[in-house]
């Protein structure tokens, strides 16, 4: 079965020229797009030739893809329309891409222009590379959607690369980080070990004491890994950091009045809970309009 072309498309408020810069100048290109860390233009022979270049993708531990690139063409219509075709490969084995072809277009509109991409390639190894690339193609989709977010931004608002890339890549680091702890704080201390503390401190607070105590802290322990999925699915995580902006400094207020000497332990819930409340105030921040790839058009419109 034959996958389906990558394609992609947002509007962008901004003039034409402007975008066509910071998509053909590769200084700029490289710093919003993901799929490339990298791109050199080669020098043309003749000024109407097309443009060679070389690019590399950095995919971590030291590793990363070198491969090369050629603009075919570039045609401007009557109604204003510009089209940049390219294609492109690699030699290298550990690229599941050999080589592909696709197209940018520039479509002006009364507010600024559409743009958009189609793509597809070829890979390597055969059936297991079609199996792979099951996997692959949607996170090269996602990877092209969310660059052109990062475009827009950067050509609408003035918001370098950079630093929307460090915002999203840090709150989702910060957003892994709580559904662990709330995994955790849930599964082990009050559904795995039931330990005696969190008993006591329930206790402490409430009239309910006994196997009863033990029973509502197993609840409190469901309701804890509950809340780690809503981080996990839950979309506006804004809101979420705004909830833990308000639960934490609670939570530590009911350990002290539960147990004052608690205060002294080691890693204790003052500490432990209010290095949450920062972080949550942190993630608050760096969450806000953060881009997504969910702002791009997928499918390509009949007709």
């Known amino acids: 079965m034959k996958n389906k072309p990558i394609y992609v498309e947002i509007p962008i408020q901004a003039d034409i020229d402007d975008v066509w810069e910071f998509t053909q100048k590769p200084e700029l290109h490289e710093q919003w797009d993901l799929r490339f860390s990298s791109i050199t233009y080669l020098p043309k022979v003749k000024e ?6 070389l690019y590399e993708t950095k995919i971590g531990l030291g590793l990363k893809v070198a491969g090369w690139g050629k603009s075919n063409g570039i045609h401007n219509k009557n109604d204003g329309t510009r089209t940049s075709s390219l294609h492109f490969g690699t030699d290298q084995k550990i690229s599941p891409i050999s080589e592909g072809k696709g197209y940018w277009k520039y479509v002006p509109t009364e507010k600024g222009l559409t743009f958009l991409t189609q793509y597809d390639y070829k890979v390597r190894y055969g059936m297991l590379g079609g199996l792979l690339d099951r996997f692959f193609r949607p996170v090269m989709g996602w990877a092209t959607a969310l660059s052109f977010d990062v475009l827009k931004r950067w050509v609408e608002k003035g918001e370098v690369p950079r ?7 840090g709150s989702y680091v910060i957003t892994l980080l709580f559904i662990f702890v709330w995994m955790y704080q849930g599964l082990i201390p009050k559904l795995v070990a039931k330990h005696p503390e969190e008993v006591a401190m329930l206790s402490s607070l409430t009239a309910i004491e006994g196997t009863a105590a033990i029973k509502a802290v197993s609840i409190i322990g469901i309701l804890e890994i509950l809340f780690a999925l809503v981080w996990l699915l839950y979309r506006n995580k804004m809101r979420l950091f705004a909830l833990q902006i308000i639960v934490f400094p609670m939570l530590t207020i ?5 147990d004052p000497a608690i205060a002294t332990h080691p890693f204790n819930p003052v500490t432990f809970n209010m290095s949450l409340w ?4 942190i993630g608050f921040y760096m ?3 953060l881009p997504t790839a969910s ?3 997928r499918k390509r419109e009949r007709g």
Do not use: G
Not at 48 to 53: E, M, N, T, V
Not at 163 to 169: A, K
Not at 278 to 281: E, Q, R
């Open 295 to 297: 702002s791009c058009i």
């Open 278 to 281: 920062v972080i949550s105030i």
């Open 163 to 169: 630093t929307q890339y460090l915002r999203f890549f």
């Open 48 to 53: 109407k030739d097309p443009q060679s270049f």
């Open 287 to 289: 969450s806000k309009d």
């Open 254 to 258: 009911s350990a002290l009045l539960a």
